[in-house]
């Protein structure tokens, strides 16, 4: 059962253009991570937010965390062809493990 | 500085043959160990997970299994592959409880 849904799954964008990618579920998280996947490699932390609410910025990346720990949002601006990859959000509940989002794949094209 | 690597980074196997994909973690002691598996394009699904030499939990029915028999060591294993394990296979650690996943390069697997 996949608890946390991503969308878009698709997006498709010219450089230079913001975009916005959500990642919601119906369960309260006490963490919740982002990660980029590249084609044929494994994902990579982007940010992990912790509080219901917050805000953390990653130069041209804006990630925030929902009021009830519920549900996440990656914001990027001015998007940049570097920036193309598999998007995946990932929540931690009180155990040893995450449980990732279904993926938005980005196309940023030059 | 810590390390993980996972191995072979290409499999294709025949239906009904075995499997072993290994994983191994240098740089820290006593890390969280995890396989995942992701279809083409899409999330991870949480296969195995230990916090301890020994001690697996598994999270879906399937036909893999997965082994630790050293503290740095995750082995995930098959004694007869089925058509529906093809995929790509991560390994991850963490240190922390609930922390951020490293992730290793990953290994793909096609059973024909």
């Known amino acids: 059962t996949q608890l946390l849904e991503q969308s878009p799954q698709f997006l498709s964008i010219q450089e230079g253009e913001n975009l916005t990618v959500y990642c919601n579920s119906s369960?309260?998280?006490?963490?919740l991570q982002w990660y980029r996947q590249e084609p044929g490699e494994g994902p990579v932390l982007l940010v992990t937010?912790?509080?219901?609410?917050e805000v953390k910025k990653l130069k041209r990346l804006t990630f925030q965390f929902g009021d009830a720990r519920k549900d996440s949002s990656l914001h990027i601006t001015a998007a940049q062809p570097g920036d193309t990859g598999l998007y995946l959000c990932?929540?931690?509940?009180?155990?040893?493990?995450?449980?990732f989002g279904t993926g938005t794949r980005l196309q940023v094209f030059p | 500085s810590q390390t993980i690597h996972q191995w072979p980074a290409t499999l294709v196997q025949p239906v009904g043959s075995p499997l072993s994909l290994e994983c191994t973690v240098e740089?820290?002691?006593?890390?969280?160990l995890y396989w995942y598996r992701q279809a083409a394009g899409r999330g991870l699904q949480l296969l195995f997970y230990?916090?301890?030499?020994?001690?697996i939990s598994s999270e879906v029915p399937q036909n893999l299994s997965a082994s630790r028999p050293q503290d740095r060591q995750f082995i995930l294993s098959s004694k007869k592959l089925l058509l529906s394990d093809s995929g790509f296979y991560l390994c991850?650690?963490?240190?922390?409880?609930?922390?951020?996943?490293?992730f290793g390069e990953g290994s793909r697997l096609t059973v024909l």
């Open positions: 991850a650690w963490s240190g922390l409880r609930t922390g951020e996943l490293f």
């Open positions: 369960s309260v998280f006490s963490s």
């Open positions: 937010v912790v509080t219901g609410g």
């Open positions: 990932a929540g931690a509940k009180d155990t040893d493990k995450l449980i």
């Open positions: 740089g820290t002691s006593n890390p969280n």
């Open positions: 230990s916090v301890g030499i020994g001690q």
